[in-house]
C-alpha cells in the first residue's frame, strides 16, 4: 500500500485465469497446503494447480510480468509460528519446473538467510528472516541467487522470456512475528522493484 499498489486475491477454490494477472505489476504464488479434517484426514481432498492455471501463470511471466513463487516445508499460522508439515510442499514443482526450478524434500536450517550478493531487491539488506527451519531447498538452472542459507539457494531471481520469476524457498519471508523488522527493507524493495 505505500507503494500505490492495489492487492487483488484471488479466492480459494477458483481457477486463476488470464483476466485475473491483466495489468499486474506483481503476482504472488502461495505454497499449495491441504488443510486436514478436524480428524486429521489429509485425503479429503488434495489440492494443486490445475495444467490450465499452470500455463496461465508463465504465460504471465513469460509475457513481461513479476512471477513471485513461494514454498513452505510447514503450515505457518499467526504470521511465522510453524505448525505441521507440509505434505504438498512438492506441488509447486509443476508450476517450478516450466522455469527450470526445482524444489526438493530437504529443510533449510535455521531462521534466517543472508544476502550474498548486490542487487535492488536487497539494497540496504543483509539478510532476510525466515520462518524457523521452513525453507525448502531448490535446484536450478540459471538465475541470480539472491540469498542463502549456509550453501543452499534462498532466494533466486531469474529471467525468463520478457519477465522475471522471484523464488522464495520460505513463504516465512513475506511475513513477520515481530521479530524481524529488518524484512520490512525487503518488502519495500520488492514493491518498488516490481512497480
Given at each position: 500500500?505505500?507503494?500505490?499498489?492495489?492487492?487483488?486475491?484471488?479466492?480459494?477454490?477458483?481457477?486463476?485465469?488470464?483476466?485475473?494477472?491483466?495489468?499486474?505489476?506483481?503476482?504472488?504464488?502461495?505454497?499449495?497446503?491441504?488443510?486436514?479434517?478436524?480428524?486429521?484426514?489429509?485425503?479429503?481432498?488434495?489440492?494443486?494447480?490445475?495444467?490450465?492455471?499452470?500455463d496461465v501463470?508463465?504465460?504471465?511471466?513469460?509475457?513481461?510480468?513479476?512471477?513471485?513463487?513461494?514454498?513452505?516445508?510447514?503450515?505457518?499460522?499467526?504470521?511465522?509460528?510453524?505448525?505441521?508439515?507440509?505434505?504438498?510442499?512438492?506441488?509447486?514443482?509443476?508450476?517450478?519446473?516450466?522455469?527450470?526450478?526445482?524444489?526438493?524434500?530437504?529443510?533449510?536450517?535455521?531462521?534466517?538467510?543472508?544476502?550474498?550478493?548486490?542487487?535492488?531487491?536487497?539494497?540496504?539488506?543483509?539478510?532476510?528472516?525466515?520462518?524457523?527451519?521452513?525453507?525448502?531447498?531448490?535446484?536450478?538452472?540459471?538465475?541470480?541467487?539472491?540469498?542463502?542459507?549456509?550453501?543452499?539457494?534462498?532466494?533466486?531471481?531469474?529471467?525468463?522470456?520478457?519477465?522475471?520469476?522471484?523464488?522464495?524457498?520460505?513463504?516465512?519471508?513475506?511475513g513477520n512475528?515481530?521479530?524481524?523488522?529488518?524484512?520490512?527493507?525487503?518488502?519495500?524493495?520488492?514493491?518498488?522493484?516490481?512497480?
Amino acid at each position: 500500500a505505500w507503494e500505490g499498489f492495489d492487492v487483488d486475491m484471488v479466492p480459494f477454490g477458483r481457477d486463476v485465469d488470464t483476466e485475473d494477472l491483466e495489468d499486474a505489476d506483481m503476482v504472488i504464488v502461495l505454497p499449495v497446503h491441504d488443510y486436514p479434517s478436524r480428524d486429521g484426514d489429509v485425503d479429503l481432498y488434495d489440492e494443486a494447480f490445475t495444467e490450465p492455471e499452470i500455463d496461465v501463470l508463465e504465460d504471465y511471466a513469460r509475457g513481461g510480468g513479476f512471477l513471485v513463487l513461494t514454498n513452505s516445508a510447514h503450515r505457518l499460522k499467526y504470521y511465522n509460528y510453524v505448525f505441521e508439515a507440509n505434505e504438498d510442499w512438492s506441488d509447486l514443482n509443476p508450476l517450478a519446473d516450466r522455469f527450470n526450478i526445482q524444489f526438493h524434500s530437504n529443510v533449510l536450517p535455521g531462521a534466517e538467510a543472508t544476502v550474498s550478493t548486490t542487487h535492488p531487491l536487497v539494497t540496504g539488506v543483509d539478510a532476510i528472516a525466515m520462518a524457523p527451519d521452513n525453507g525448502v531447498t531448490m535446484t536450478h538452472s540459471g538465475g541470480r541467487v539472491l540469498a542463502r542459507v549456509d550453501d543452499e539457494t534462498a532466494v533466486l531471481l531469474r529471467d525468463v522470456g520478457a519477465g522475471q520469476v522471484l523464488v522464495l524457498s520460505d513463504l516465512g519471508m513475506l511475513g513477520n512475528n515481530g521479530d524481524a523488522p529488518e524484512n520490512l527493507r525487503f518488502w519495500r524493495n520488492l514493491a518498488v522493484y516490481a512497480r
